[in-house]
């Protein structure tokens, strides 16, 4: 079945750093692949999307690249902030009937 | 565009007793419609797929009796979790799909604590 491996966290960084987070997926079919994030005491919301292998998705500084050689997709940001701070979701998307499967989540908490 | 809401946002009621929370699409029509429970410091679990106008298919493991979803039209759904123990609290969450069948927009979720 599909899964998703996600870095664990927590995650501490001061401003301006660099921040990754590793997902890996394994999956049948051809998924796609989403960011989504959780500020405290509030629903998900979708940071970015990739739906074919190489397409890179971007937003708000964050980018994050389909690589279905290494079955990964993991999420990068050159300089963070403090209002970066969440829980950041992996999830893959099931090609067959669309429901998604998330990682276990990584907060990731910045500093100033 | 694209929001989803949920109501009640938190709710706390006595052990045996049943709630309603709602998911509505707000500002586009969602034939499908999906609900969610998060444990603390946890991740999402798939509870059911609503589809509008058909009965709730629902993951292995969920009860079905015990959490009843009702998707009555294109822009609401409703999770009755009935005869609540305290070991049903949680934080559900709903999403719902539109057009583009790759997309969830997820609703802000319902603390629900069960005394």
């Known amino acids: 079945g599909n899964s998703v491996t996600q870095m664990e966290g927590p995650v501490t960084l001061s401003e301006e750093a660099f921040l990754t987070i590793n997902c890996t997926y394994t999956?049948?079919?051809?998924?796609?692949l989403f960011w989504y994030v959780q500020y405290p005491g509030e629903g998900l919301q979708l940071l970015l999307k990739?739906?074919?292998?190489?397409d890179k998705g971007s937003n708000k500084g964050f980018e994050a690249t389909y690589r279905k050689e290494t079955t990964s997709f993991h999420l990068e940001k050159g300089s963070v902030q403090v209002s970066d701070s969440a829980v950041y979701f992996c999830?893959?998307?099931?090609?067959?009937?669309?429901?998604?499967?998330f990682g276990a989540g990584t907060t990731v908490t910045v500093r100033a | 565009g694209a929001v989803v809401s949920q109501h009640p946002s938190r709710v706390i009621c006595k052990s045996g007793t049943s709630v309603k929370i709602e998911c509505r699409s707000l500002?586009?029509?969602?034939?499908?419609m999906f609900w969610y429970r998060q444990f603390p410091k946890q991740s999402l679990m798939l509870m059911a797929t609503?589809?509008?106008?058909?009965?709730?298919?629902?993951e292995q493991g969920v009860e079905k009796d015990k959490f009843l979803i009702n998707h009555a039209s294109l822009t609401l759904s409703t999770l009755t979790v009935t005869s609540a123990h305290p070991e049903d609290s949680s934080f559900y969450i709903c999403s719902a799909r539109g057009t583009d069948l790759n997309e969830q927009f997820f609703g802000p979720g319902t603390r629900l604590t069960v005394l």
């Open positions: 999830a893959l998307g099931s090609s067959y009937d669309y429901k998604l499967s």
């Open positions: 500002d586009f029509q969602a034939t499908t």
């Open positions: 990739a739906t074919k292998a190489d």
């Open positions: 609503s589809n509008e106008g058909s009965k709730a298919t629902y």
């Open positions: 999956a049948t079919g051809y998924p796609s």
